[in-house]
């Protein structure tokens, strides 16, 4: 497994991952931001992805809408995409996340084909560029997020991999080992972030490894499931204070790599 974490798109990105001792960036290019912007800054990311030694690890867009009322395919949002793959081949970056968003006036058997309909596009498009491409279990605008799903989504597409959060899973009701142990095997791709909840309630998202969640049990559970690829640190606005916020991911860093016995 790497250790690495989500950044932004600027040099002091990875010279904090190169200081932290990561193997990888993660960019994120959700809804809102601009897609083409962020293609012409790939000739710098190269550069600065050889000047430190930094790959990168996965590219992901959150919070878009894919399907239309009548359940189909936007056209706009799934050429985005396929930039998005373009991007990461290009960066030889292996992996790509995406969800799916569900249409309160069609019913859930008609939402699941659509979604397959949806991510078999993007795995046909993504064949031969050496990128694999998955769901996330955030809940944002995406309801391919549960067990119940991925058996019906999943279950039909099985080069479709799934972005793996404990914390969305411990906030909405899952058990998180659970849901690795069963679909560890399918993970392409891991979260770190953290989470807290008190009374049934959550209370905050403190740096990974500074909470609640059995880091050392659900590393052990990727392993036993033969997973070897990125475990990406999410910085959250956590109760820290503003001048501790650097200092959690250095916290953060320095845990996992404890677990995963780095020297």
């Known amino acids: 497994m790497k250790l690495g974490m989500i950044g932004a798109v600027e040099e002091e990105s990875f010279i904090q991952a190169q200081r932290r001792r990561l193997s990888f960036l993660e960019f994120c290019v959700n809804e809102g931001d601009d897609v083409d912007a962020f293609r012409a800054q790939l000739g710098r990311i190269t550069v600065w992805k050889q000047q430190y030694g930094i790959g ?17 395919i936007l056209p706009e949002e799934s050429e985005r995409c396929f930039k998005l793959i373009d991007a990461c081949a290009e960066l030889g970056c292996p992996s790509f996340v995406a969800g799916c968003n569900y249409v309160d006036g069609l019913s859930f058997y008609d939402n699941c084909t659509s979604a397959i309909r949806f991510f078999e596009k993007l795995l046909r498009y993504a064949n031969g560029k050496g ?18 799903v991925w058996k019906i989504v999943h279950g039909h597409l099985p080069e479709l991999g799934i972005k793996f959060d404990p914390s969305h899973a411990r906030f909405f009701g899952g058990d998180y080992m659970q849901e690795a142990l069963d679909w560890g095997h399918r993970f392409y791709h891991v ?3 953290g989470s807290l ?37 999410e910085p959250r606005k956590s109760a820290l204070p503003d001048e501790l916020a650097a200092a959690g991911i250095d916290y953060s860093a320095n845990y996992f790599r404890s677990l995963l016995l780095e020297r």
């Open 56 to 72: 990168i690890g996965s590219i992901g867009r959150w919070k878009s809408e894919r399907i239309d009322a009548n359940g189909a």
């Open 131 to 148: 990128v694999k491409v998955s769901t996330y279990n955030c809940r944002k605008v995406n309801f391919v997020n549960t067990p119940e």
């Open 191 to 193: 979260h770190l972030k």
């Open 197 to 233: 909840i008190v009374g049934g309630v959550k209370v905050d998202e403190p740096p990974a490894g500074m909470d609640q969640t059995d880091w050392p049990s659900f590393i052990a559970v990727l392993r036993s499931r033969g997973y070897d690829a990125g475990l990406s640190i």
